[in-house]
């Protein structure tokens, strides 16, 4: 093994570098472009940055909110949600609708996007993406330290009950990820990818 010149910290104790690398160092990440409603019938549509797949049977997708924001709040007053794939074609509106806005202004207005209505949920999805989720909330979950202390970020976990997929994304019946050219989150305030299809390669599990 080649010995590395390594730079290690506590993140107790800080980082010691210009930016924090924790964000930079798990990624990319998928963008949770979550649409909710409240219980007024107030729209909401924000990106976060910590979002994944859990689970296949039943699908479940979960994102975290590092506050609890208005996604949150909707969420667990309705019950339902929505995910909308953040793709390079969208991504100026996708950064558009993490601005701070009152909360009964509607992010779909500010970034000139379409509220489509969805089948099973009373969340609307955003019409020009290309895949969106219709989503059952399963839990939220406060997340807490190693010493069982709560921490200021919920975990908000949906059953994936519906699905929308542009028929463009789908050739020979399988959906081709790189077709939508989505874009993730890869650290710092503002740094991303664009996944192509030239920069996709196949490898399969041993057995």
């Not at 019409?127 to 989503?135: A, L, M, Q």
């Not at 975990?155 to 994304?169: P, R, W």
């Amino acid at each position: 093994m080649t010995t590395k010149d390594l730079h290690y910290y506590e993140p107790a104790n800080g980082h010691g570098l210009k930016h924090d690398p924790f964000n930079a160092i798990i990624a990319p990440r998928p963008i949770g472009w979550i649409s909710s409603r409240d219980t007024k019938g107030n729209v909401n549509l924000a990106p976060y940055s910590f979002f994944n797949g859990f689970n296949y049977h039943p699908p479940i997708i979960g994102f975290s909110s590092t506050s609890w924001k208005d996604s949150v709040q909707n969420i667990q007053e309705t019950g339902e949600f929505v995910w909308n794939l953040a793709t390079m074609d969208l991504a100026q509106q996708m950064n558009a609708t993490a601005a701070h806005v009152a909360h009964d202004v509607s992010e779909f207005t500010v970034a000139g996007l379409t509220a489509v209505p969805c089948k099973l949920v009373n969340v609307p999805r955003v019409g020009e993406s290309p895949v969106s989720f219709e989503c059952k909330l399963s839990q939220i979950i406060q997340l807490q330290s190693a010493k069982g202390e709560k921490v200021q970020a919920w975990l908000t976990l949906g059953e994936v009950v519906a699905v929308h997929i542009d028929k463009a994304m789908i050739k020979d019946g399988v959906y081709q990820t790189a077709l939508a050219h989505p874009i993730v989150r890869a650290g710092r305030q503002g740094d991303y990818f664009e996944i192509k299809p030239e920069n996709m390669f196949e490898m399969k599990r041993p057995d």
